[in-house]
């Protein structure tokens, strides 16, 4: 049974920084494209970071040079490190995980048009929110 489990949200202020984590089970990070996704207030999800299993990432713009995905094998566990958190980034955080690798697995495009990305992911953690105050 494929599972799931965010943690690390919290609020900071402008500047911040904070590291969320995702705990897998029921199957392996390393050959599933993952991806971290967010729903801002008032906004449709939308996809922040990917990572696909040979390494490569894919990030929003908006959030490019700020945030990095990452994995631990080890640990099974997917990773979004934050920093120069800003207003903007508050939003609830969902990990994602496309363990079939059914499309290509880029995250991020922000361009009018763009597919909805979260069609592509078949399991979702419950969310953590993350606040950044100004």
């Known amino acids: 049974q494929v599972q799931l489990a965010e943690s690390g949200g919290g609020s900071v202020q402008f500047g911040g920084s904070l590291k969320l984590s995702c705990a897998a089970s029921g199957f392996t990070v390393s050959s599933a494209c993952m991806g971290w996704f967010r729903q801002r207030p008032g906004k449709e999800r939308e996809g922040v970071a990917g990572l696909d299993f040979d390494g490569a990432t894919s990030y929003r713009d908006s959030v490019r040079n700020r945030f990095t995905i990452s994995r631990d094998d080890n640990q099974n566990t997917l990773f979004l490190q934050m920093s120069s958190l800003k207003p903007a980034d508050t939003g609830m955080y969902y990990c994602?995980?496309?363990?079939?690798?059914?499309?290509?697995?880029?995250?991020?495009?922000?361009?009018?048009?763009?597919?909805?990305?979260?069609?592509?992911?078949?399991?979702w953690g419950q969310g953590t929110q993350v606040t950044v105050s100004s």
């Open positions: 994602a995980a496309d363990p079939s690798r059914s499309a290509l697995c880029v995250l991020g495009c922000s361009s009018p048009g763009c597919p909805n990305e979260a069609e592509d992911f078949n399991y």
